[in-house]
C-alpha cells in the first residue's frame, strides 16, 4: 500500500513543480497592448476621453454640459405642456 501512495505523491509532486514553471514562464512573457482609439477626425479629446474610449465599445462619452442642460430644459417644458390641464394649473400656482 505505501509503494501505491509513494507513486502517488511523486505524481502529485510532478504536476505542482510543472504547473509552477507554467506560471514563471506567463510572468516573464511581455505583450504589447494596442489602442482602440483611432481618431480620424479632427476633434481633439482630453485625456481622461480618450482612457474612456479606449475601455472599449461598452463605454459612452459624456455630453457637453451646456448641450445636455438645454435638452433637459426643452425636454421638461415639452413634458409640462403636454400634461393634463387641471395638473399643468396646479404646477403654475404654486
Known sequence: MDSVYQKLYKK?????????????????????????????TQMKHSSEQINT?????????EKDPKQFINTLIIDTENGIRH??????NTFIDT
Open 53 to 61: 474610449l479606449n475601455l472599449g465599445l461598452n463605454y459612452a462619452m
Open 12 to 40: 502529485l509532486d510532478a504536476l505542482q513543480e510543472h504547473k509552477s514553471h507554467g506560471k514563471k514562464n506567463k510572468e516573464t512573457m511581455k505583450y504589447t497592448v494596442h489602442t482602440r482609439l483611432v481618431n480620424l
Open 83 to 88: 400634461l393634463d390641464i387641471k395638473i399643468q
